[in-house]
Structure formats: structure tokens, C-alpha cells
């Protein structure tokens, strides 16, 4: 493979964006692999919109804290967190930067936190700026960057940490979800953990981060056969020299751009260790990625069922047709299992065939119908052009794998569009 195919440009469009966008496939037709990767690699600044109002926790926590104010700090809590969401639904419609966004929810579904648990949307917002700051940057500063979110100490209980009444929930995830997994350490380590990070809270004046050295527990610790006063910065250094840190993280980068199907050992140790000596630099990682024979494999492609956000907005993004309002897209995301900004658990959501079931596969095809339909005969002008110009050319285009259904009899680009998306071959990417 010297030069990328239209179809081999669409794959790593579709993989690293929002939908399989016309212009950008095209900006990457005929270029060799390593230089596509690099400008998919180099994306232009991700520039947030201005976001709407929310009560900043000063004023918020202390109405979750009073029973008589608990119910009106839950119903702000959701109205302003609906209007969250619509604003990011509206940064994913109108980004110049689609790989930034789709990195920021990447992250966003490694590090949970939830609006139903933490009832602080400004908190969630502020989060999600960071995530968005440390994407494409370095895992080890993201990690750092976690443990004293606000969200996250908020989501996991780690601002109750104190010294006298040790708080395990942030330890227990930080070993288990994000770094070296289960298997990997003993309940001992998990206690040693909650107590190394002992003092990280929320300044109660603010919302922001604050360490209270009164209430760390600076007594000698015993964490995975390491001895030592630690503090919640040693934790995690002691965790990221740990070999299975690097091989998680690419266990769920393998996931969300290669495959479903899980990878062969002897890929997650190579591309782990390469991973490291790049001292947890993520755009390394995902260099490795995308220029590695598993990702351009014929097998790995068309294999990855679609979540939400990929086919509610990478479908308005592909094809000019008219867009639902935010509130209706919001509450799509919900039907279909993606509510942003709320994961089902720390978990997060599991994806791939965790998409599909009998009702998300009615509601998919009910949006795809809705958006694609209309009166091919009539006279008005719709305004829709689509680029591609002919039969094969919209099905290289519009899906990732050939049709199950037979194409339609009648010619017509819309017609044609308007099949192609209803197609069970247009659900994978």
C-alpha cells in the first residue's frame, strides 16, 4: 500500500472523526499512510463554544447538603445538565477539529463521572475542558489531572478522604478501571492507596482542588511490595511503571480504532512497550496505531458497530440534511444508551454490540428514515447536493462494508443515499 484508496481514506477518516466527511477523505486520498496519520495527527485548535449558565458550586452544594433544598438542587441539577449537554452536542455538530472532540468522549468514557451522581454540572463542564486539554497530550499527566478533578473526587467520594475514615471508592477504580486491573493487587494495595490519597478534596469556596495537609495520613505504607510515606502522586508513578498500565490503555485504544475482537498478546506488549519508552506520550501511541498492519487489515474494517454519537452526529456531518434541534438529538442520545456527560457506571459505557438491542435498533433506523426521507418528486429544492456522483462511488463513500439489502430499481443520488443509509451495513463504521 503506497498511497491511500478513497476507501482506505474514508477508513481512517471514519475511525478518527465523526462520521465519514466528504472533504476530509479527500484531503487524504493519494497521500502516503505515515503523512495521513500526521495530519490526522496535527488537527486544528478545538475552540469551545461559550457554555450555558450553571450554578456554580458555591451555591450548589451546600442545597445538596440542606434536606429541604435537596429536590430543588436535583431538578436544577438536570435542567442544567440537559442544557450541558446540548451544548456539547452542538460543539460535535460544529467542530473544525472532529479528532479532538472524538478523543475528548474517548477519555471522557475511560474516566467517568456523572451528572446523576455528582449533581454539579459546572463541575462536569470544567471536566470536560480538561479532558479536552489533555487528549492528545501525555497519559501520566492526564491521570495526575483526574485524581484531583473535582468530578472525580466528587464522583468517587474522594473528597471525603480524611485521614481519621480512609475513603476507598477513588483507590479502588484508579487500580482496577483506569491503571493495572484486577488480578494485578490485593485489597491491602487498595487500602494503602486510599490512604496515600488521604487530604485531595474540594475547596468548599470554589469548586477547586485543595490539599489538606491536616487530614493526609503521612504514616509508612506498603503498596504493591513498595514501602514509603507516600502521597497520591507516588501511587500513581508507582502505578505507571507498572507493565500492565501501558497494555490496559492500549487494550482500550485497540477497542475504540481497531476492533471489537480482542488483540493478540504479542501486539498489546509491543505497542505497550512503545508506548512507555514514549514516556505515556498518547499521540505516540496512536501514531503506532494507525500505522500498524492491524488497523489497515481487510478484517479490522467495517467491524465496529457505531455508537450514538456516531451515527446521530457523524450522519448530519457526512450528509447536508437538515439537523434535528439539540433538545431532540439530547434526548436521542438517551434513547439509544449515550447520554453524555452520564455513563451508566464507573464503567462507563461498554460499547460494540452493548449498542444494538430490539428497541436502539428501532429508534436507529426510526432517525436514519426521518432525516433521509422525503418527497423524490417533488419540485422544491431541498438545498441537499451530495458529492459523491455516482452508484459505486456513494456506496465507497457512504458505507464501510458492501450492502445487505438490494439497491434501488429507480436512479436518483437521494434515492440512492436514502437506501444506503437504511441498510444494516450503514449501523458499522
Not at 459546572?122 to 497530550?137: D, E, F, H, K, V
Not at 474522594?158 to 494485578?184: D, M
Not at 481497531?258 to 505497550?272: I, Q
Not at 435498533?361 to 433521509?372: E, N
Request: charged fraction near 20%; include cysteine.
Amino acid at each position: 500500500m503506497n498511497t491511500l484508496t478513497f476507501s482506505e481514506a474514508r477508513h481512517l477518516v471514519a475511525r478518527t472523526g465523526l462520521g465519514a466527511e466528504w472533504g476530509s477523505i479527500k484531503k487524504l486520498e493519494g497521500l502516503p499512510i505515515p503523512q495521513a496519520v500526521e495530519f490526522i495527527l496535527s488537527p486544528p485548535p478545538s475552540y469551545t463554544k461559550p457554555p450555558p449558565y450553571m450554578t456554580p458550586w458555591r451555591q450548589m452544594e451546600p442545597m445538596r447538603g440542606e434536606a429541604m433544598q435537596r429536590k430543588d438542587a436535583w431538578v436544577r441539577a438536570k435542567k442544567e445538565g440537559e442544557n450541558l449537554q446540548a451544548w456539547w452536542i452542538d460543539q460535535l455538530l460544529t467542530t473544525r477539529s472532529p479528532f479532538t472532540e472524538r478523543m475528548t468522549l474517548f477519555w471522557h468514557n475511560y474516566f467517568t463521572s456523572s451528572l446523576q451522581k455528582t449533581q454539579q454540572p459546572s463541575l462536569l463542564y470544567r471536566q470536560n475542558l480538561m479532558l479536552r486539554q489533555n487528549a492528545l497530550g501525555n497519559f501520566r499527566q492526564l491521570l495526575r489531572s483526574v485524581a484531583r478533578d473535582p468530578a472525580m473526587l466528587v464522583y468517587l467520594d474522594g473528597y471525603k478522604n480524611v485521614k481519621a475514615s480512609p475513603n476507598e471508592n477513588f483507590a479502588r477504580e484508579l487500580l482496577e478501571l483506569f491503571t493495572i486491573g484486577i488480578g494485578n493487587y490485593t485489597e491491602q494495595d487498595v487500602r494503602a492507596a486510599a490512604r496515600a490519597f488521604t487530604g485531595w478534596g474540594v475547596n468548599p469556596g470554589n469548586g477547586h482542588f485543595i490539599f489538606r495537609a491536616e487530614q493526609h495520613d503521612n504514616s509508612r505504607l506498603i503498596f504493591l511490595r513498595r514501602a514509603g510515606s507516600f502521597n497520591g502522586d507516588d501511587i500513581i508513578e508507582i502505578l505507571l511503571q507498572h507493565p500492565r498500565t501501558a497494555e490496559r490503555v492500549v487494550e482500550k485504544f485497540w477497542h475504540e480504532f481497531v476492533s471489537d475482537a480482542g488483540p493478540a498478546r504479542r501486539t498489546v506488549m509491543s505497542w505497550a512497550n512503545q508506548f512507555r519508552k514514549a514516556d505515556y506520550d498518547i499521540k505516540t501511541l496512536l501514531r503506532v496505531i494507525l500505522n500498524s498492519p492491524e488497523f489497515w487489515a481487510a478484517s479490522n474494517r467495517g467491524n465496529l458497530v457505531k455508537s450514538p454519537v456516531d451515527l446521530l452526529i457523524g450522519t448530519v456531518r457526512m450528509i447536508p440534511y437538515p439537523r434535528l434541534r439539540h433538545s431532540e438529538m439530547v434526548n436521542l442520545c438517551r434513547l439509544l444508551g449515550q447520554r453524555l456527560f452520564d455513563p451508566p457506571s464507573v464503567k462507563g459505557w461498554e460499547g460494540g454490540n452493548d449498542w444494538i438491542s430490539t428497541q436502539t435498533l428501532l429508534v436507529r433506523a426510526a432517525y436514519l428514515a426521518k432525516i433521509s426521507r422525503g418527497n423524490l418528486n417533488a419540485r422544491v429544492d431541498t438545498g441537499l447536493r451530495l458529492p459523491a456522483k455516482e452508484g459505486q462511488e456513494m456506496l465507497d463513500w457512504l458505507l464501510a462494508v458492501p450492502p445487505v439489502n438490494p439497491l434501488p430499481d429507480i436512479p436518483g443520488q437521494r434515492r440512492l443515499a436514502h437506501s444506503l443509509l437504511r441498510d444494516p451495513a450503514f449501523q458499522v463504521s
